[in-house]
């Protein structure tokens, strides 16, 4: 990537800006190559949600991942350039192509800030490859027209064009200062009234698809007959409303239940959004160290402290639930020992609590070998031992069959990657697909032996209560 020693903040103006792109036009016109341009400013405070549901339309793109608790946020709409794969080999060829891409990029202004320059925000499905109709593809990234972050007191505004040899300079200027100004305009909107009025709740209607214990019992048999240790099985429960639903709003909804969860949107453009409120890091990289995380084994959360206390130490007792926790941190670190890292793990895990649910949980932390690229780790993480099962390729194999619907984006994994080579992964969990008037809602458990159709039932029906609570509300 070229960073060029020129601040969007000295040269704020139409000509400028024209000027500018210019020349960006005339290194694509030497390359005989496009440029990405990508052009960071740092503004006053904006929320990243806010600033996305003010121009959010169901059929553009969008991206939108926070962590309420940790005050960073960042979101972005629109495609400047977008590539799909699928495929066993989907991770090294999204890796390739944001190589070919940051190669050619020109950037200008904060782009050491915190979230400044091009991000590639990005998704991959559960599987390698999607059945005919689902709304997103194996695996999709882009570079967004504009994305907006916050980081602490720093919010980041940047604004990505692909300048070809032939681009309407005058067109690509007018759209840069078109979203400089919107960015202020939201900045100084005006508060809604407090007597505004406030639309109803929906009314719901649900029906269940699948069924899941008699999905459990079969799995069970299997793991008896020594096909596999572990299988992860899932629940989808279709909500269908009186009203259309607007699934950022209901994206609110799940941020301030769940605050110190992954909150997050994902549109590819078709219509459909995928959100949802994720407990579980798959992978973050940054300063050359990679964390990761095992969160598996559950119980439910006390109505007081005192059985909260004491359902916390049933969990750190159980055997079902440490034999099904140590599975996972195996299975993380055998995944990661051919590319060269070297996982440091705590001696034993604690547990961590969430506003419905207590989880074993486990950080993981490793340095980050030269040459090794945040999609390398990905792709050999995807999907972990608590979304899919052990040994991964028999339990994997079996989930469509038992489940009995296509996961698409669920247990997938979304997040998003910059210039310098970190970013940031969790697994699409504890979320709904939201097409219309509709929502898909998801939750799962991992079946090992022990487990018993009616205690994998009760504990997605925890799950659920507190996604469908969040969302209806």
């Known amino acids: 990537m070229t960073i060029l020693p020129l601040h969007p903040a000295n040269h704020a103006s139409p000509a400028a800006l024209r000027e500018f792109l210019e020349q960006c036009r005339g290194a694509a016109v030497r390359d005989a190559h496009a440029k990405l341009v990508s052009i ?8 990243p949600l806010a600033v996305l549901e003010s121009i959010f339309e169901p059929d553009e793109p969008h991206f939108y991942s926070e962590r309420p608790a940790l005050e960073t946020a960042i979101a972005g709409a629109e495609i400047a350039v977008s590539h799909e794969a699928r495929g066993a080999d989907r991770f090294a060829v999204v890796k390739t192509w944001v190589g070919e ?17 091009p991000h590639f925000f990005s998704a991959f499905a559960f599987h390698d490859e999607v059945e005919t109709g689902e709304p997103f593809p194996a695996a999709s990234i882009f570079v967004p027209r504009w994305q907006v972050a916050l980081a602490g007191r720093t919010t980041t505004a940047v604004a990505n064009l692909l300048v070809t040899p032939a681009a309407d300079l005058d067109a690509l200027a007018r759209r840069v200062w078109r979203a400089h100004q919107r960015f202020h305009e939201i900045g100084a909107q005006a508060a809604p009234a407090a007597d505004a009025e406030v639309p109803g709740t929906p009314v719901f209607q649900m029906r269940e698809t699948g069924h899941y214990r008699l999905a459990v019992a079969r799995a069970l048999e299997r793991i008896s007959a020594g096909e596999f240790g572990k299988i992860v099985l899932a629940r989808a429960q279709d909500l ?21 969860c992954y909150a997050f949107s994902f549109a590819h453009g078709r219509g459909p959004s995928f959100i949802g409120a994720s407990p579980e890091r798959l992978i973050r990289v940054s300063k050359g160290v990679l964390e990761t995380e095992a969160l598996a084994g559950s119980i439910r959360r006390g109505v007081s402290a005192s059985e909260d206390a004491a359902l916390a130490t049933t969990l750190l007792r159980s055997g079902k639930d440490l034999h099904e926790h140590r599975q996972v941190i195996d299975d993380i670190v055998a995944r990661l020992a051919p590319l060269g890292i070297i996982p440091e793990t705590p001696a034993a895990p604690q547990v961590r609590r969430l506003a419905n649910v207590q989880h074993l949980h486990t950080p993981i932390h490793a340095k980050l070998p030269d040459g090794v690229h945040l999609f390398d780790a990905l792709a050999a993480l995807h999907p972990t031992p608590a979304v899919g099962g052990t040994p991964r390729d028999p339990a994997v194999g079996r989930i469509r069959e038992l489940e009995g619907f296509p996961r698409g984006l669920y247990a997938g994994t979304l997040g998003w990657l910059n210039s310098r080579g970190g970013g940031e992964f969790f697994v699409g969990i504890r979320s709904a697909l939201v097409a219309g008037a509709k929502a898909r809602v998801y939750a799962g458990a991992g079946i090992v032996a022990g487990s018993t159709p009616e205690r994998e039932f009760a504990e997605t029906e925890l799950k659920f209560k507190a996604m469908i609570e969040a969302i209806v509300a």
């Open 40 to 47: 960071s400013l740092a503004v006053e405070a904006l929320d």
């Open 101 to 117: 891409m940051l190669a050619h990029t020109i950037a200008v202004g904060d782009v050491t800030a915190p979230f400044g320059g």
């Open 240 to 260: 269908t409303a009186d009203r259309l639903l607007h699934p950022l709003r209901m994206l609110n909804g799940l941020r301030q239940r769940f605050p110190d």
